[in-house]
């Protein structure tokens, strides 16, 4: 139960120039405690989720790292997070193993090792793992916004599976930063519901956006030719998205219904394209359940109504996307086969990502009226590997089947493989595959489908 008698007295804790008082008006009313202290709640054999992305409660994860001496056999769940990940290395593996439900640059070598693992799974069936008690958390370590005068305290821009972690933990241990932007929607926990939690007071991670390649320019502009006036829009963080973002100054009304968004939606926005005026859920508003850009992106979501973070349960939700006008879902791939399978994954056997969200998307956008499930990748790999390939590699899995790909475009062009048949395909993917690997992969078209 909420005790409300204890948080009428909190003031509205936001400006960073009273961080002193608040911190004093927060100690009277939390636990707040050293990070040894905080950290010392976790016990051998326990499960202990990490929230993730810019949200990545660092400080609580080295604390919890100093004690490998004397713990063994804790269980690490998470999706992608930011920072070393210690506990993924000799010799805190010793005492931590990692079973990941995505896979980041930090911990892909520990997945792909003996001591860590990954779970195939959607982004949206996530939290079942959790209510289902088929991963039951004992502790989740979360990064959260001071508290409101309510007592709540938000879980700032990663409110995606930290939210159903925090729901079924048994206890919840957090680090409360003022430079946590707080959100709209429904990423909060209560003061009451912590029960140790610790200060800190630096910047959550950023990432500023990379410069964006004329290779790059050229599929952006394929896809944005693909976009409608009044689309609903999803697309992930990267440099293909944002060329797409660029090339959209001329269209109107557009919405954003996303797993997660970056800077690449602000000047859309300052400009008045994205309005989200012709949306079906959540009119008018950003829905996404996390986000990673620069300072300027967390400011503009800082207490900002137009934004609407909420878990991946609800953002994912097939039934809920396709509700939405002329979706368009803008997804990569790592490399795509003739008959349109999609790897975005995996290289071969290694594991080098995770499922995530795209295939929530891909089919939310296909059921959508008027929606345009995309694939936008480059024609081939920095080394100049074809990414259009005759199979996909050995061990490699299939993200997104065939049955399910619509559009791919690269810079040489866009195809629609929705109703064509296993030697057409083949043509209209060598079609936009780079002309250097054209001859090769016509030969193996041939070879395959008896001619084409």
Not at 199 to 217: C, F, L, M, W
Request: charged share 20%; hydrophobic share 40%; with cysteine.
């Amino acid at each position: 139960m909420f005790c409300a008698h204890k948080t009428q007295q909190f003031c509205i804790l936001k400006k960073k120039a009273n961080w002193p008082q608040i911190l004093n008006q927060i100690k009277a009313y939390m636990k707040i405690v050293t990070v040894e202290e905080a950290v010392g709640i976790v016990a051998s054999g326990d499960r202990v989720f990490f929230q993730g992305a810019a949200m990545t409660p660092n400080e609580l994860i080295q604390g919890l790292c100093a004690r490998h001496g004397e713990l063994k056999d804790v269980e690490i769940v998470s999706i992608h997070t930011e920072g070393d990940a210690q506990y993924t290395l000799a010799p805190f593996n010793g005492s931590f193993r990692l079973n990941s439900c995505f896979v980041g640059s930090n911990v892909r070598q520990s997945v792909n090792a003996p001591g860590g693992d990954y779970i195939p799974i959607f982004l949206s069936e996530i939290h079942l793992l959790f209510q289902r008690n088929i991963l039951p958390l004992d502790v989740a370590f979360v990064q959260v916004s001071p508290p409101d005068r309510h007592g709540y305290c938000s879980l700032g821009v990663s409110v995606d599976v930290a939210l159903p972690a925090v729901r079924t933990a048994k206890k919840i241990v957090a680090q409360i930063n003022p430079s946590v932007p707080r959100t709209h929607g429904t990423g909060t926990v209560h003061v009451d519901e912590i029960e140790y939690a610790i200060h800190v007071d630096r910047p959550i991670h950023e990432h500023a956006p990379a410069v964006i390649t004329e290779t790059e320019h050229a599929i952006g502009r394929h896809v944005a030719g693909l976009i409608e006036d009044g689309a609903t829009l999803q697309m992930g963080i990267g440099t293909i998205p944002d060329a797409v973002l660029t090339n959209l100054n001329g269209h109107q009304r557009l919405g954003i219904h996303t797993e997660m968004f970056s800077d690449g939606v602000l000047p859309l926005l300052e400009s008045g394209v994205i309005t989200g005026e012709e949306k079906a859920v959540k009119r008018g508003k950003i829905v996404s359940c996390f986000a990673v850009g620069s300072r300027k992106l967390y400011d503009f979501i800082d207490d900002n109504p137009i934004c609407d973070f909420r878990d991946a349960a609800y953002t994912n939700d097939t039934a809920r996307i396709r509700r939405n006008p002329k979706v368009t879902a803008i997804n990569s791939a790592i490399e795509i086969d003739l008959t349109g399978q999609v790897c975005a994954d995996t290289i071969g056997s290694y594991q080098f990502s995770g499922v995530g969200g795209q295939m929530d998307f891909i089919r939310g956008a296909s059921l959508s009226e008027k929606g345009k499930p995309i694939f936008a990748m480059s024609s081939t790999t920095k080394k100049g590997v074809s990414k259009i390939t005759p199979f996909l590699k050995e061990g490699a899995g299939v993200t997104t089947t065939r049955a399910h790909v619509h559009y791919v475009a690269t810079e040489f062009g866009v195809v629609n493989l929705f109703g064509k048949n296993l030697k057409q395909r083949a043509k209209a993917l060598i079609s936009i595959a780079h002309p250097d690997h054209q001859e090769t992969l016509n030969r193996a078209a041939h070879e395959r489908f008896n001619g084409l």
